[in-house]
Structures are given as C-alpha cells and as structure tokens.
C-alpha cells in the first residue's frame, strides 16, 4: 500500500513539474517577459526621475492579454495629481489614423476608389495650380498641375498642400487663415483650395492638412457631420467613451496639464488656457488631424481593434482586407523627397500610418518588427501595432516639443534582447 502512495506522490511531482514548465514556456513564449516590464519600468521612471517629462503611462498587450501597464510622474505636477489609468491627454496626430478609419469604411461600401480625383466629391479642387518659384518681381510663377489630386494622394500626404514653413507659399497660407477653429470643415477645404500647391501632386511626401480634408470628404460621402460620423460609427461601437473633441465635465478634472521642454532637464507648464484653447470648448472646425482627447484604455481599444484585423468586442469596423491595405506602404520609390518622414525609421506610409518595411538600419533607428504600422502625436504620444507579434502598444505623455528620442528609449525596452 505504501508504494501505491509514493508512485503516487511521483506521479504528481512529475505532473506538477510539468505544468509548471509548461507555463514557463508559455511565458517565454511572449516577446514582453517580466526582463522586458522591468526595463520599461526603468525607461520610463528615468524620464520622470531626470525632469525631462513630468508623467508619462504605457499599456502593452500581446497575444489578446495585457501584459504591461505602468505610470510615473504627475498628470498635473503643480497640483500633485498622478499620472495615472484614470488620465485623459491630447493625443493630436494620433487622431488621424481614427479619420482614415471613418474614411475607409466609405470606401467599402463603394463610395470612392482610391484613385478618384477627389475634385470629383469636392469640386474645389479642381483646377488646381502649382507654385514653381518667383519672378525677377517676386511675383509667385504658377502653372497646372500635372494631374489632380487623388484620394490616394490625401491619405498618404502626397496631394501638395502647402505649410506655413513653406519658403514661397507660407506668408500666404498663414494669411488665409484656414485652419482657424470658427471654419466649419466646408469652409476649410473651399478655402484651402484657392491656394497654390507647393508640388504636383504625387511627387513628394509633405506631412500636412490633406487629414483634415479626408475629414471633409467623410462629411460629403456620409451626409454627416464628421465628428457625428466618427461617434456613431467607430468611437461608440468600440465604447471608446472617453474619446471626443471636448471632454466631458467629469474627464476635464483628468486631462493631465501640457508641459514644454525648455533645457535637458526643466519643464515649463503651458498655461491651462493655452493648453485646451482646441478643447476647452466645442468649435465649428472639427478637424480630422488632430484635436481627439482620449485615456490610454480608449485608445487601446482602437489598436486591439487593428490588430485583430478589424473586429474587436463583438463589433466590425473594418474589414481584414481594409486594414491590411491601409497598413501596405502606398509611397513609390520615385517619391524621394520626404520631409522628415526617414527619422521615422526604415518606413513607408500607408493610409494614415506609417508602416515599417525594413529591419532598422542602424542602432540609432527606432526599434519594431518588419509589417508594424504606428502613428505618433505632437505631445510624444505614440501608438503601435505589430501583427508579427500580435501587440499593441499605447505610450501617453504631456510634452512639447515632440521628442522621437523617448518612443526610441521605450521601443528600445520593449524591443531589446
């Protein structure tokens, strides 16, 4: 009877041996192990520890499972408010990939191809000319452009729509007011087409307004006003309620304060008015490029949605097939100039994001996996997804000027070997 019990014994040691090595090995399985949090716990304590950032939070999942959330620092340092799960921040251009959502699910229910002139949906832009130089009286030299500008063109920032830093046409487009927040976006685009284009469209990669056109043209296809489209058809349907152009009353109190970098090491806070001047209150303009407060969960629940290839909670936004087309690299190499889009890494750009094509080139490139596709915001806010690695990543912080150093650092955490 005796050895009945102790093969017994053995048999559950081997069992339990076993299980355990199995969840080991299922742990390992992860690309973020406990070696990976705790070095994203060191990255990201450091920047708050050195004075570069006053509050920063990440939240990573993977293979459908959390497996990091973290914060350091203040939301509001003068008040000592944590940074925290609870946090709202402006995510600015992380607002744009939410645009080419709206904009993409029109586009499958065959309401544009790609390749439409867009002067077709908006007849503002027909006609439109190209800014080549001055004359010996200064005078702007303007001629037709080669071709129209494409609905493609506008998803990718090659339609040539000119900046205020633009050496000829930035006087201009500053006096033209376009972007003013009392425009309704009809306004904008009318009054945005009367402007030259500083290049035929499709011959360069300038970052700019053509978002905030795609949020127009999302109007005109749907019959809705844009932020109403957005609301109904992606932000509620993912019960993203914390995401919106105004904050309700009760997320105001959690909208972390906006800090400027003024040296290696000290913080200047933007003035609270100055900071929510956009959304402090609700304005005619309703850009698609920017403008979109959000927590880190409500923004999560946007990637996880990307990352399952459209689906996400029992609710469809998109199709597999949409999404993998807008996460394809739509940039031709004849397309050399680029603006600042190589600092991104060895990338391309798709619809409203960027997508990584190559390993990087070097140790001072971001860190991520060949087929990731990322946007970024003004304040350091920075998004991804990885279908490789099934993961998702969310990185929050309140902090001008943009600073690629910090998304280097974290990547770098999650990334490293």
Same mark, same amino acid.
């Given at each position: 009877?005796?050895?009945?019990?102790?093969?017994?014994?053995?048999?559950?040691?081997?069992?339990?041996?076993?299980?355990?090595?199995?969840?080991?090995?299922?742990?390992?399985?992860?690309?973020?192990?406990?070696?990976?949090?705790?070095?994203?716990?060191?990255?990201?304590?450091?920047?708050?520890?050195?004075?570069?950032?006053?509050?920063? =939070?990440?939240?990573?999942?993977?293979?459908? +499972?959390?497996?990091?959330?973290?914060?350091?620092?203040?939301?509001?340092?003068?008040?000592? +408010?944590?940074?925290?799960?609870?946090?709202?921040? !402006?995510?600015?251009?992380?607002?744009?990939?939410? %645009?080419?959502?709206?904009?993409? @699910?029109?586009?499958? @229910?065959?309401?544009?191809?790609?390749?439409?002139?867009?002067? *077709?949906?908006?007849?503002?832009?027909?006609?439109?000319?190209?800014?080549?130089?001055?004359? +010996?009286? &200064?005078?702007?030299?303007?001629?037709?452009?080669?071709?129209?500008?494409?609905?493609?063109?506008? %998803? /990718?920032?090659?339609?040539?729509?000119?900046?205020?830093?633009?050496?000829?046409?930035?006087?201009?487009?500053?006096?033209?007011?376009?972007?003013?927040?009392?425009?309704?976006?009809?306004?904008?685009?009318?009054?945005?087409?009367?402007?030259?284009?500083?290049?035929?469209?499709?011959?360069?990669?300038?970052?700019?307004?053509?978002?905030?056109?795609?949020?127009?043209?999302?109007?005109?296809? =749907?019959? *809705?006003?844009?932020?109403?489209?957005? !609301?109904?058809?992606?932000?509620?349907?993912?019960?993203?309620? /914390?995401? /919106?152009?105004?904050?309700?009353?009760? #997320? *105001?109190?959690?909208?972390?304060?906006?800090?400027?970098?003024?040296?290696?090491?000290?913080? @200047?806070?933007?003035? #609270?008015?100055?900071?929510?001047?956009?959304?402090?209150?609700?304005?005619?303009? *309703?850009?698609?490029?920017?403008?979109?407060?959000?927590?880190?969960?409500?923004?999560? /629940?946007?990637?996880?949605?990307?990352?399952?290839?459209?689906? $996400?909670?029992?609710?469809?936004?998109?199709?597999?097939?949409?999404?993998?087309?807008?996460?394809?690299?739509?940039?031709?190499?004849?397309?050399?100039?680029?603006?600042?889009?190589?600092? +991104?890494?060895?990338?391309?750009? &798709?619809? #409203?994001?960027?997508? !990584?094509?190559?390993?990087?080139?070097?140790?001072?490139?971001?860190?991520?996996?060949?087929?990731?596709? $990322?946007?970024?915001?003004?304040?350091?806010?920075?998004?991804?997804? #990885?279908?490789?690695?099934?993961?998702?990543?969310?990185?929050?912080?309140?902090?001008?000027?943009?600073?690629?150093?910090?998304?280097?650092?974290?990547?770098?955490?999650?990334?490293?070997?």
């Amino acid at each position: 009877m005796k050895n009945i019990y102790v093969i017994l014994a053995l048999l559950c040691l081997v069992a339990c041996n076993s299980a355990e090595k199995k969840n080991n090995t299922e742990d390992d399985s992860l690309l973020v192990t406990q070696k990976v949090k705790d070095r994203i716990d060191s990255t990201l304590k450091s920047h708050v520890d050195s004075g570069y950032v006053a509050g920063i =939070s990440a939240l990573i999942f993977e293979k459908d +499972k959390e497996v990091y959330f973290n914060a350091f620092g203040f939301a509001d340092r003068e008040a000592k +408010k944590a940074m925290d799960r609870n946090t709202i921040v !402006r995510i600015y251009s992380m607002t744009k990939p939410v %645009t080419g959502t709206a904009l993409m @699910q029109l586009y499958e @229910q065959g309401a544009f191809q790609l390749d439409d002139p867009l002067s *077709k949906y908006l007849p503002e832009f027909t006609d439109m000319k190209v800014c080549t130089g001055v004359d +010996k009286a &200064g005078k702007l030299k303007l001629e037709p452009a080669k071709r129209g500008i494409t609905i493609r063109d506008i %998803t /990718r920032h090659t339609a040539g729509f000119a900046s205020q830093q633009d050496s000829l046409l930035g006087k201009m487009v500053q006096e033209a007011d376009v972007m003013n927040k009392e425009n309704t976006l009809d306004a904008m685009t009318k009054k945005l087409a009367k402007l030259p284009l500083a290049f035929h469209p499709g011959e360069q990669w300038a970052y700019g307004i053509s978002v905030d056109v795609q949020a127009r043209l999302v109007e005109k296809l =749907s019959g *809705k006003p844009f932020d109403q489209y957005v !609301r109904e058809n992606i932000l509620d349907p993912l019960k993203m309620t /914390r995401t /919106r152009y105004v904050p309700t009353n009760k #997320d *105001k109190e959690a909208l972390a304060a906006m800090y400027r970098l003024v040296a290696k090491d000290t913080l @200047q806070r933007i003035p #609270d008015e100055e900071a929510n001047a956009f959304n402090g209150k609700e304005w005619p303009l *309703k850009p698609g490029g920017y403008g979109l407060t959000s927590s880190v969960d409500d923004y999560m /629940r946007f990637a996880q949605m990307l990352v399952h290839e459209g689906s $996400f909670d029992g609710t469809t936004i998109l199709k597999p097939e949409t999404v993998k087309l807008m996460a394809t690299n739509h940039l031709a190499d004849s397309i050399t100039k680029r603006m600042w889009l190589p600092s +991104k890494g060895q990338v391309g750009f &798709g619809i #409203d994001f960027a997508v !990584r094509l190559r390993e990087p080139a070097s140790e001072k490139e971001n860190k991520g996996a060949i087929g990731e596709f $990322f946007w970024d915001g003004a304040a350091s806010t920075l998004f991804w997804v #990885d279908p490789v690695n099934e993961l998702t990543a969310v990185l929050f912080v309140q902090v001008l000027p943009f600073d690629n150093t910090l998304h280097k650092k974290f990547r770098d955490a999650v990334y490293a070997k």
